[in-house]
Antibody, heavy 123, light 111 residues
Framework: QITLKESGPTLVKPTQTLTLTCTFSGFSLFTSGVGVGWIRQPPGKALEWLALIYWDDDKRYSPSLKSRLTIKKDISKNQVVLTMTNMDPVDTATYYCAHSNMIQGVLPFFDYWGQGTLVSVSS | QSALTQPRSVSGSPGQSVTISCTGTSSDIGGYNFVSWYQQHPGKAPKLMIFAVIERPSGVPDRFSGSKSGNTASLTISGLQAEDEADYYC???????????FGTGTKVTVL
C-alpha cells in the first residue's frame, strides 16, 4: 500500500526559504521507473506542477519556478525534500507530493497523492 | 508552458452524461497519448481517474471514460451520480524537460 505524507511549516515570512518533506511508504525510490513529484494549489485555484525526482536522481523543475526550487531524495529515510527560496504571499498554497510510475519510458501521471499541507506566506 | 484550457463549470442531472474538454497544443496533448484526469472533492487531495487518455485505474467506475482528438482531450461521466460533484483537472505529459502541464480545472455540479 503506497502512502505519502507532507510535512513542514504552516507559516513562512516573505523572502524566507520553505522546506517541505514528503515521507512515503509502500515503494522505494531506489526502484527503477519510480518518481516523486510536488504539486501545489493556491486556495480556490488550479493545480500547478513544481518538481519531479526520478529513481536515478534525475530532476525536473517547472520552468517558471526553476531558479527557486531544489528537490532531493533520501532513500534511507524514504523521503523527498523540496526547498523553495524567496517565498512570497502568492506562494500561499496547499503543497502535495505524489508518486509516479513509468509507462512506455516516461512518468506521465501521479497515481498516489499525499493529503497536502497548507503553507501560508505572510509577515 | 501554458495551462491546458478547461471550461469553468459543467452541470447535469443524476443519470445524465457530462463531458469536460481539455484543450492544449501539439506540444502536450497533441504530441503524446499521456493525458490524465483527476477528481478533487473539497478539502481533499486529487484522485487519479484516467491515465494514458483512456485507461482507468483499478477501482474507478466505468462511468468515467476518456478520449482525445488532436489537441483536445475529454472526460465523460455517464450516469451522473451525486458523489461525482467535484472539481476535475486534466494533465498532459509535455516532454522530457517539462513533464507535466495541468488544466485550469472544471467544477462539475450535479443538479
Amino acid at each position: 500500500q503506497i502512502t505519502l505524507k507532507e510535512s513542514g511549516p504552516t507559516l513562512v515570512k516573505p523572502t524566507q526559504t520553505l522546506t517541505l518533506t514528503c515521507t512515503f511508504s509502500g515503494f522505494s525510490l531506489f526502484t527503477s521507473g519510480v518518481g516523486v513529484g510536488w504539486i501545489r494549489q493556491p486556495p480556490g485555484k488550479a493545480l500547478e506542477w513544481l518538481a519531479l525526482i526520478y529513481w536515478d536522481d534525475d530532476k525536473r523543475y517547472s520552468p517558471s519556478l526553476k531558479s527557486r526550487l531544489t528537490i532531493k531524495k533520501d532513500i534511507s529515510k524514504n523521503q523527498v525534500v523540496l526547498t523553495m527560496t524567496n517565498m512570497d504571499p502568492v506562494d500561499t498554497a496547499t503543497y502535495y507530493c505524489a508518486h509516479s510510475n513509468m509507462i512506455q519510458g516516461v512518468l506521465p501521471f501521479f497515481d498516489y497523492w499525499g493529503q497536502g499541507t497548507l503553507v501560508s506566506v505572510s509577515s | 508552458q501554458s495551462a491546458l484550457t478547461q471550461p469553468r463549470s459543467v452541470s447535469g442531472s443524476p443519470g445524465q452524461s457530462v463531458t469536460i474538454s481539455c484543450t492544449g497544443t501539439s506540444s502536450d496533448i497533441g504530441g503524446y497519448n499521456f493525458v490524465s484526469w483527476y477528481q478533487q472533492h473539497p478539502g481533499k487531495a486529487p484522485k487519479l481517474m484516467i491515465f494514458a487518455v483512456i485507461e482507468r485505474p483499478s477501482g474507478v467506475p466505468d462511468r468515467f471514460s476518456g478520449s482525445k482528438s488532436g489537441n483536445t482531450a475529454s472526460l465523460t461521466i455517464s450516469g451522473l451520480q451525486a458523489e461525482d460533484e467535484a472539481d476535475y483537472y486534466c494533465c498532459s505529459y509535455a516532454g522530457r524537460f517539462t513533464p507535466y502541464v495541468f488544466g485550469t480545472g472544471t467544477k462539475v455540479t450535479v443538479l
